[in-house]
C-alpha cells in the first residue's frame, strides 16, 4: 500500500535545527549538585551518565529512602530549574544548523505545516527558534513541559500531530536522536535521521531503521530530495 503524501514535518530541535551549543556536562552537573544535597552519593550518579538517566536512577533511590511522592516532585523540580538556566543560556546563542534555512523555506513554499518536539521546555524552544530568526516557520514547539511522556513515547508525537491537525500517517519525523527515529517508528510515521555532531552519551541504535539516513554536508540538497518524495 502506498503510503500517503506527507502534510507536515516534526522536527526535533537541538542538534537537528539548531546547532547543539548546551553545555551538557554543566546541566548534568548542575543537576548533580542539586541530588547531592538531598542525599545521593557519587558513587551512585555522575556526569558521564545522561540527565534522564541521573533522574531516574535519584528517583528509585529517593523512594528507597523513604521520600515521598510530594517531596520527590519538588526536588526533581529544582533539578530541572538548574538546568533551564543552563539550556537558556544555549537559547540566547542559538544558530541554525547549516543548509537548514532553505528546507524551512521548501516546507512553506509546498505548504507543509512545521512543528517542533524536544526535550527542551517550551519557552526555552521557543527563544532558540526566536534567536535564529525561526520563529515564524513553526505552528506548534511541544516541550517537555508541554506533555507528560516525552518521545520515544507516541504521546510526543500524537500531541503535536493534535494540534496542528494532521495524522501520524501524514508527517516525517525528522531528528538526529535515535529516541527521534523511536517515535516515529512507534507511531508508524516516516522519519528521516540526520547525522549531526551530537554527545556521546545520546544513543542512535535506531538510526539504521530510518526510512533515510542523511549526512550533514547532504543538507540542504539530499534532504529537500527526500521531502520531494514524501509528497508525492
Known amino acids: 500500500m502506498k503510503a500517503k503524501p506527507i502534510k507536515a514535518i516534526i522536527w526535533d530541535l537541538d542538534g537537528t535545527l539548531i546547532d547543539f551549543k548546551i553545555n551538557s556536562i554543566k546541566a548534568r552537573r548542575k543537576a548533580i549538585k542539586v541530588l547531592r544535597n538531598y542525599g545521593i552519593s557519587r558513587e551512585k550518579i555522575s556526569s558521564k551518565m545522561s540527565l534522564l538517566e541521573i533522574v531516574k536512577i535519584s528517583r528509585e533511590l529517593f523512594v528507597k529512602l523513604g521520600i515521598s511522592d510530594e517531596e520527590i516532585k519538588e526536588i526533581i523540580k529544582e533539578v530541572n530549574n538548574a538546568v533551564i ?70 504521546d510526543h508525537l500524537k500531541y503535536v500531530c493534535k494540534r496542528i491537525e494532521v495524522n501520524l500517517d501524514e508527517i516525517v519525523v525528522i531528528g538526529d536522536t535515535g529516541r527521534d527515529i523511536e517515535a516515529a517508528l512507534q507511531t508508524n510515521s516516516r522519519s528521516i535521521a540526520l547525522n549531526t555532531k551530537i554527545p556521546n552519551f545520546i544513543k542512535r541504535e535506531t538510526f539504521k531503521e530510518a526510512d533515510k539516513i542523511i549526512e550533514l554536508n547532504e543538507i540542504p540538497n539530499e534532504l529537500i530530495k527526500t521531502l520531494e518524495e514524501f509528497l508525492l
Do not use: W
Open 85 to 154: 538556566l543552563v539550556e537558556h543560556e544555549a537559547a540566547m546563542k542559538a544558530t541554525l544548523t547549516d543548509g537548514i534555512i532553505k528546507v524551512l523555506e521548501f516546507a512553506k513554499k509546498n505548504h507543509l505545516k512545521q512543528a517542533v518536539f524536544t526535550y527542551n521546555t517550551h519557552r526555552n524552544a521557543r527563544k532558540s527558534l526566536e534567536t535564529a530568526g525561526v520563529n515564524h516557520y513553526f505552528d506548534v514547539v511541544a516541550g517537555r513541559d508541554d506533555v507528560k511522556k516525552l518521545k520515544p513515547h507516541p
